[in-house]
């Protein structure tokens, strides 16, 4: 079953920590993995996204970690401001693998809130 | 560049009824996919149309279809509306489909009572 499990469910962290959502996925053949940002009322805004050749990608405060063996891979956010509480949610797709792409499969989401 | 357009942004509907709901994608994009959100069942792929040809689908019943237009503007539709199918219907768009980013939309709120 082409599954993406996500955690923790919810998360607080104070402003300047780091916190990390994690996501593990069970499929071999998904090749490229995004994470969403989603605000209430608004649509999911791609933030970040890597693909399985790479372990570590990062792009301004936020970075992806991979660990394919494990299926396993994390988006940790550096210096969390109070702007970033939002709900995040990890995806796995067969990016690559041209036809029978079922789409983005999405874990169930992590609420984070930053506290000032 | 204008982003994902989707209207309308909110829609309530009575049950048995049918509904259409409309997607712009970003100019340039030919791909246009469809998902679902619900508090239940979170983020969940419908469809994908490219090129106005349905590429993917995923697993929900043939009461929702969709199409794709020559502008790559797209619509899905609902018939036979239950209340199960309240929820949250996101629009993203891509250059090529599944081998690219996608980027969403702001959703259409449908509520069937």
């Known amino acids: 079953q082409q599954q993406v499990k996500q955690s923790p469910q919810s998360l607080i962290v104070q402003k300047g920590g780091i916190p990390i959502i994690n996501c593990a996925y069970e499929n071999t053949a998904f090749d490229y993995f995004p994470w969403y940002q989603q605000f209430p009322g608004k649509g999911p805004a791609l933030l970040i996204a890597i693909r399985p050749d790479v372990s570590e990608k990062k792009e301004g405060r936020f970075t992806i970690s991979f660990n394919k063996s494990a299926k396993q891979f994390s988006l940790h956010i550096m210096d969390s401001q109070p702007g970033d509480s939002a709900t995040y949610f990890c995806a796995a797709s067969m990016g690559y693998s041209g036809g029978g792409a079922d789409g983005l499969t999405f874990g169930k989401g992590t609420h984070l809130i930053i506290q000032p | 560049k204008a982003g994902v357009t989707q209207t309308p942004r909110y829609l309530i509907k009575t049950r048995g009824q049918q509904v259409t709901l409309s997607c712009s994608p970003i100019?340039?994009?030919?791909?246009v996919s469809w998902y679902q959100q619900t508090p239940g069942q979170g983020l969940q792929f419908l469809f994908e149309?490219?090129?106005?040809?349905?590429?993917n689908k995923g697993n929900f019943p043939g009461r929702f279809s969709g199409r794709q237009f020559s502008n790559s503007r797209s619509e899905m539709n609902v018939s036979t509306l239950e209340l199960g199918d309240s929820a949250l219907y996101l629009c993203a768009s891509s250059l090529q489909g599944q081998l690219s980013e996608q980027y969403f939309g702001p959703g259409t709120r449908l509520t069937v009572t």
């Open positions: 100019s340039g994009h030919r791909s």
């Open positions: 149309y490219f090129s106005e040809t349905q590429r």
